[in-house]
């Protein structure tokens, strides 16, 4: 399996509601960024949360990291249609210069 | 600021061909990086280039790819003899000295025939 592994592969909720994706990784890590990426198009970066942090917040973004387990969390409040694409977490491991490595992804659909 | 640009949006090649794909930085990036994505799959990375330097080429194929970062002008990742599973979204992102993210362009789709 691959640094970064994202956890659900695929999630369908409802607009109002809130959503929650995992991420895995499996070695020493900088930072660790969540990426939004709409159908066909590029990636969009939405929060970024260094080793030395647990939490951060940005808008309706929440962002969890525990280096122990390390895993992470992102979680989307009070959801949106215009929410829905797909999910990536990539590292910046320690030392591995600025390239990062990405999961496989959540697809989110948020539903009227 | 226009952003990461790239071009082309598309590109079909037959197979054997040769594919460049280009990538203008963002304004002020001095980093740029390389990405494939397949279908229904993340992004990988392939090589990572400061203006005339490889610094990270580890996840090049060893034949066929090259990339380059010249002092004037566009990155150029390069595919020759282009095969089947070459086919795939290539995406270029750069990012400035101080900050870790990366900003992506809108990709080159490519599609081998």
């Known amino acids: 399996s691959q640094q970064g592994e994202e956890d659900p592969q695929a999630l369908s909720i409802q607009e109002g509601e809130n959503a929650t994706m995992n991420c895995s990784y499996k070695?020493?890590?900088?930072?660790l960024q969540w990426y939004r990426q709409n159908s066909g198009r590029g990636l969009v970066h939405l929060i970024l949360?260094?080793?030395?942090?647990r939490e951060k917040h940005s808008g309706r973004l929440r962002v969890t990291l525990d280096t122990s387990k390390k895993s992470s969390s992102l979680l989307i409040t009070a959801s949106r249609a215009a929410d829905t694409a797909s999910y990536f977490c990539?590292?910046?491991?320690?030392?591995?210069?600025?390239?990062?490595?990405f999961g496989t992804g959540t697809q989110l659909k948020v539903e009227l | 600021n226009a952003g990461v640009m790239q071009n082309p949006r598309h590109l079909v090649r037959r197979r054997g061909q040769e594919a460049r794909l280009r990538c203008s930085p963002m304004k002020g990036h001095s980093h740029v990086y390389w990405y494939r994505q397949l279908p229904e799959e993340g992004l990988k990375f392939m090589v990572y280039l400061q203006k005339e330097n490889i610094i990270d080429e580890s996840g090049m194929p060893k034949e066929r790819f090259s990339a380059e970062f010249p002092k004037e002008g566009p990155s150029i990742l390069r595919i020759q003899q282009v095969v089947r599973g070459d086919s795939a979204a290539y995406f270029c992102a750069s990012s400035p000295d101080d900050w870790p993210g990366n900003i992506f362009g809108s990709g080159t789709r490519l599609t081998v025939v």
């Open positions: 990539a590292t910046r491991p320690t030392g591995g210069g600025n390239k990062l490595t």
């Open positions: 949360i260094r080793s030395n942090e």
């Open positions: 070695t020493s890590i900088n930072n």
